[in-house]
T-cell receptor, first 114, second 112 residues
Framework: EAQVTQNPRYLITVTGKKLTVTCSQNMNHEYMSWYRQDPGLGLRQIYYSMNVEVTDKGDVPEGYKVSRKEKRNFPLILESPSPNQTSLYFC?????????????FGPGTRLTVT | GNSVTQMEGPVTLSEEAFLTINCTYTATGYPSLFWYVQYPGEGLQLLLKATKADDKGSNKGFEATYRKETTSFHLEKGSVQVSDSAVYFCALGSGSNYKLTFGKGTLLTVNP
């Protein structure tokens, strides 16, 4: 089954404790991205990657890092989490379908930073 | 820059009612337009899309027409069901269309 998986699905942590949210896709997509979803703000892109070892900032990259060492994996790293990073996070991968790219989303990771 | 504005919710309807969720956009060039749906506790799923002016996207009884003259992509369904209760996001694909710019989402609740 074609899918994007994220782990963990739920995480409660404390300020300053480094954490990693994993993302993996089995569709051989080149493009992957991370979004955060906040009430009243919709989804905002954090980082994206166009291929292995190629990453770039999205709209809200502060406080986050990413890496793309393998095509299928795109982990999101919070080196020193703060309460304002409490949010719902989605990983997505994209494929060209006709004239546009379609994005496939993971199930989400709900992060709480106290 | 690119932006998407969709009607604020929440929207509450009775089963079999007609649904419209308005979406307008600002973009340079010729973007692709999408509607995504998020059911409770799940990620976003592509509902429908349109890639050029006057295209109509449709799926599961939902429709939206890409109107370049009014920069709009309103979502419609003739008869909603309780199972349609979800958050709906209008989105725009820009540049290489890798990146999506989302609206803030509209919560739809359909009562029996």
């Amino acid at each position: 089954e074609a899918q994007v998986t994220q782990n963990p699905r739920y995480l409660i942590t404390v300020t300053g404790k480094k954490l990693t949210v994993t993302c993996s896709q089995n569709m051989n997509h080149e493009y992957m991205s991370w979004y955060r979803q906040d009430p009243g703000l919709g989804l905002r892109q954090i980082y994206y990657s166009m291929n292995v070892e190629v990453t770039d900032k999205g709209d809200v990259p502060e406080g986050y890092k990413v890496s793309r060492k393998e095509k299928r994996n795109f982990p999101l790293i919070l080196e020193s989490p703060s309460p304002n990073q409490t949010s719902l996070y989605f990983c997505a991968s994209s494929v060209l379908a006709g004239a546009s790219y379609e994005q496939y989303f993971g199930p989400g990771t709900r992060l709480t930073v106290t | 820059g690119n932006s998407v504005t969709q009607m604020e919710g929440p929207v509450t309807l009775s089963e079999e009612a007609f649904l419209t969720i308005n979406c307008t956009y600002t973009a340079t060039g010729y973007p692709s337009l999408f509607w995504y749906v998020q059911y409770p506790g799940e990620g976003l799923q592509l509902l429908l899309k349109a890639t050029k002016a006057d295209d109509k996207g449709s799926n599961k009884g939902f429709e939206a027409t890409y109107r370049k003259e009014t920069t709009s992509f309103h979502l419609e369904k003739g008869s909603v069901q309780v199972s349609d209760s979800a958050v709906y996001f209008c989105a725009l694909g820009s540049g290489s269309n890798y990146k999506l710019t989302f609206g803030k989402g509209t919560l739809l609740t359909v009562n029996p």
